[in-house]
């Protein structure tokens, strides 16, 4: 029977040198079209379909296909077209935006999606270029290419104002226990880990070599490792629920209102009142805050009394209606979220400051004859930054409109004392039943574990959900579902996280060691 297993172990590991080989030799359309598929392959690792393994194809195969290239320009050329494929996949959601008004924006959409996909490969390419120019094979090449990702995941970060969107350590939001690693070294520490595992075959084929073999298990012990640590982590932990805020008990309202209603003139007073009677539904007597989406109220809210004095028919005695607004005049206009008390009064202000290019504002708009997705025809202001959103009853949040929580170590504000939470409103509506929303809130959810604090996320369409400082769900609303949830806000993880304290230093670190790493596997590899 052993000697049936070695054989077998045989004939498999030739046929995968084999095809390895195979890979390496392709030329032309044929290389680089396999590239993108083996970049859209990938993007079905993140939500909501979290098909994980197919990472191992999709980065093996990159690096297969990348050992038949000679030169700095191929290597590009082939990153740019794995980039273009998985990106095109996994923004594709984003065309969606433009149908929302499809007589004015309809016709570009395929330009849209074209043109962020092909800007976007461009950090794969480079990516496959640092990877060439160190001309190491093996081991020591699997932890270059997974070092380079992070570095080059970090500048898309904040590169153009940053779009951190499917960071690669993403793919495990799936579950707890790997992402408690995130509290360690942040989301970089998990994408560090995910590529390494994705492309560690390709240390053993072509020519099986010992060695490989080796890396290959110690990769996968790692990845075993990770795994076992969040579940220690988790174990230490209070039981889900258990630790929270004393007299505080939320309502999160997910009215799924269509963005192609949503700022009908004729449909706005009564898209407040469907909130008003989700809000004042059952169980309104325990209710403490309530928390509605982004821009929930369709109207300028700081300049509407009337209005407010409605809204105040929604706030819990003794408590507030936390709601996103608009708010400005004739000639600024910011996105904001606000608090009201039971007269209506605004108790707490923050205004939207890290913006979305041509959603929110037009950037470069003396050169580009465009308008804005949003409503109306001013471009958003941006707000002064990251505060402290102060409530009364409430311990003081970070607030954070839309994917202003995508942005690893950029969601809390640098004043002390520390938030306690993480208020995000947001409205995916633009997005439909497609993979944004899904993915959205995979990212949000990082935020609350890299941070060690609860988050609580309240969207137009979904998803809604309280999350604690260890990545748990509390309570959620499922995508296009109408309903309230109800949960008690939970406390903050007792340790701020090491990611938390040293920030961006963990980058640093991870490249330290890739760079560390290589150099010696490459010397036992001589």
């Known amino acids: 029977m052993t000697n049936l297993a070695a054989q077998a172990m045989d004939r498999s590991g030739s046929r995968l040198a084999r095809l390895a080989h195979r890979l390496g030799a392709l030329r032309g359309w044929r290389r680089h079209g396999l590239a993108m598929l083996l970049g859209i392959g990938a993007t079905a690792a993140f939500a909501p379909i979290y098909a994980v393994p197919l990472l191992v194809p999709a980065f093996t195969g990159l690096v297969w296909l990348h050992n038949g290239t000679d030169r700095p320009r191929g290597a590009l050329a082939l990153g740019w077209s794995f980039g273009f494929g998985h990106m095109a996949s996994g923004l594709s959601w984003v065309g969606l935006a433009f149908l929302v008004d499809a007589e004015r924006f309809g016709a570009l959409m395929p330009v849209a999606i074209g043109a962020m996909a092909a800007g976007m490969a461009i950090f794969p390419a480079v990516t496959l270029l640092i990877l060439h120019l160190t001309k190491l094979r093996g081991p020591a090449q699997v932890v270059v290419l997974a070092g380079a990702w992070v570095l080059i995941e970090w500048v898309r970060s904040w590169i153009f104002t940053g779009f951190p969107w499917n960071l690669a350590g993403t793919v495990w939001s799936f579950s707890p226990e790997p992402m408690q690693l995130a509290a360690y070294g942040g989301v970089w520490s998990l994408s560090f880990v995910t590529v390494l595992a994705a492309a560690a075959p390709a240390a053993v084929w072509p020519g099986r070599n010992r060695g490989g073999l080796v890396f290959c298990a110690a990769v ?27 007299g505080v008990r939320l309502r999160l309202v997910q009215a799924s209102i269509a963005q192609t209603l949503k700022w009908d003139p004729a449909l706005r007073r009564e898209h407040i009142h469907q909130q008003m009677r989700l809000t004042l539904g059952p169980g309104f007597e325990k209710i403490t805050h309530v928390v509605w989406p982004e821009t929930a109220v369709p109207y300028l809210l700081d300049g509407d009394e009337d209005l407010r004095r409605l809204l105040a028919r929604a706030v819990p005695p003794g408590g507030a209606l936390i709601t996103g607004a608009p708010r400005g005049n004739a000639d600024r206009i910011w996105n904001s979220i606000l608090a009201l008390d039971a007269r209506g009064d605004i108790l707490a202000i923050y205004d939207n400051h890290h913006l979305v290019p041509f959603g929110e504002y037009v950037p470069f708009r003396s050169a580009l004859p465009l308008d804005k997705l949003t409503a109306g025809n001013i471009d958003f202001t941006a707000g002064p930054g990251l505060v402290q959103f102060t409530v009364p009853g409430l311990p003081p949040a970070s607030a954070l409109i839309c994917y202003e929580v995508i942005f690893s170590g950029q969601v809390v504000p640098n004043a002390m004392p520390r938030p306690a939470w993480l ?64 949960a008690d806000l939970p406390e903050p993880v007792t340790d701020i996280t090491l990611y938390a304290k040293f920030g961006i230093w963990p980058v640093a670190f991870l490249i330290f060691c890739a760079v560390l790493c290589s150099l010696i596997l490459r010397r036992f590899s001589q």
């Open 220 to 246: 996968y012990g790692l990845l075993v490792l990770v795994w076992i640590g969040g579940a220690l982590r988790l174990a230490a932990a209070p039981t889900p629920g258990e630790a929270v805020v004393e």
């Open 423 to 486: 208020l995000n409103v947001t409205n995916d509506a633009w997005f439909g039943t497609s993979l944004g929303p899904f993915q959205h809130f995979a990212s949000a959810r990082m935020r609350a574990v890299e941070e060690g604090l609860p988050l609580v996320r309240a969207a137009n369409t979904g998803i809604t959900a309280v999350v604690d400082g260890y990545g748990r769900l509390l309570g959620q609303l499922a995508l296009n579902d109408v309903g309230v949830v109800d």
